[in-house]
């Protein structure tokens, strides 16, 4: 069967769906307009539309290889293609190419596209962690990081403010780029962070007087009086020192963690999630809850949050050097 091509009548953004793969648009114009909706009437959020749309993608072009339709899929066809990922790919990523061609090919079904969901049956390699893999930095080397920053310019101070926010509300890199002018705000005399987190969920904490002084500095250095509905964290004119009036983005925000990093004699591997699991490893330490950490972290599970603690490492390392040989 020859592709077809479909006009929507909504704007799908090329950030993360271009044309529909080749598996797809031999199944005609249904099956590609009901692909498109699983995108953009089933997923909300940009980060999993794309790493869905590329783990599909990649479905597509390996049956593609092979000659396969949708109608040629069989549970025996998707074992065959699970075997070949974990052969190319970590587990966890398996797992989630799995998931996004057992969800897309369950919208199929539902849409009448398909009588089944061959990917029903099969099951993805086992992986079962306890322990995340995030880098954390002691107390001592985020106090570091954050006074290695030269705040004379205004990108410092907004560098500063940023990994602060990070560190003391525990938050994903996205919910803090993601904030607005406005997200930042007084009730009475406490400072409070609204962030929009995953799923559409607001989670607010009151500011920690650290990240409050850094964010009233940088707030200050971009000026009074501006569109409070404006991006609070924003992109940089090349190495001018300049701001623009656009939205900083994880992407530029990892670069820049990684840039400070190595210029403060950190590890490399310094990374966006790292900020997360120091603060929560910090507020462990100093006598906190997990229970606590849960609530400021917004974890839906104490499993999550207890995959950032890394207070045992300490205590696994005394018991270890306990052996005298």
């Given at each position: ?40 009437a089933?997923i ?18 390996w ?9 040629d ?13 974990v ?21 199929l ?6 009588p089944?969901?061959?990917?029903s ?7 079962v962690i ?10 001592e080397?985020?106090?570091?990081l954050?006074?290695?920053?030269d ?13 602060a ?17 406005d997200d ?12 929009h ?66 210029a403060?004699g950190?590890s ?28 400021i ?7 999550t ?20 040989i």
């Amino acid at each position: 069967m020859e592709k077809c091509e479909i006009k929507l009548p909504i704007r799908v953004s090329s950030r993360c769906l271009g044309t529909a793969p080749a598996l797809i648009q031999c199944a005609g114009q249904r099956a590609t307009r009901r692909f498109y909706e699983f995108f953009t009437a089933n997923i909300r959020n940009w980060n999993t539309r794309a790493a869905y749309h590329l783990a599909l993608v990649d479905f597509s072009a390996w049956c593609e290889g092979r000659k396969l339709s949708l109608d040629d899929l069989e549970p025996i066809v998707i074992a065959a293609y699970v075997e070949y990922l974990v052969t190319i790919y970590s587990k966890p990523t398996v797992k989630q190419h799995l998931a996004a061609i057992r969800m897309c090919l369950d919208w199929l079904v539902v849409g009448q596209i398909i009588p089944m969901n061959p990917s029903s049956s099969v099951r993805g390699p086992k992986y079962v962690i306890k322990r995340g893999k995030t880098p954390v930095l002691t107390s001592e080397e985020a106090r570091q990081l954050l006074d290695s920053i030269d705040i004379s310019t205004v990108v410092g101070l907004r560098d500063r403010a940023l990994i602060a926010t990070m560190l003391f509300t525990f938050a994903r890199v996205s919910a803090v780029v993601g904030m607005k002018i406005d997200d930042y705000y007084q009730i009475g005399k406490r400072s409070w962070i609204r962030l929009h987190e995953k799923g559409g969920k607001h989670h607010e904490v009151p500011a920690h007087h650290t990240a409050e002084e850094y964010l009233d500095a940088y707030l200050k250095a971009i000026g009074h009086g501006i569109d409070k509905t404006a991006p609070l964290f924003l992109t940089a004119v090349g190495k001018t020192n300049r701001l623009t009036a656009n939205r900083l983005t994880r992407h530029d925000a990892f670069r820049m963690i990684k840039r400070r990093a190595i210029a403060a004699g950190l590890s490399n591997k310094v990374c966006c999630h790292t900020f997360r699991a120091t603060g929560i490893t910090s507020y462990l330490e100093n006598g906190g809850t997990v229970e606590n950490a849960q609530a400021i972290a917004a974890h839906e599970s104490p499993r999550t949050t207890k995959l950032y603690d890394r207070t045992s490492d300490e205590i696994t390392l005394d018991e270890i050097e306990r052996i005298r040989i």
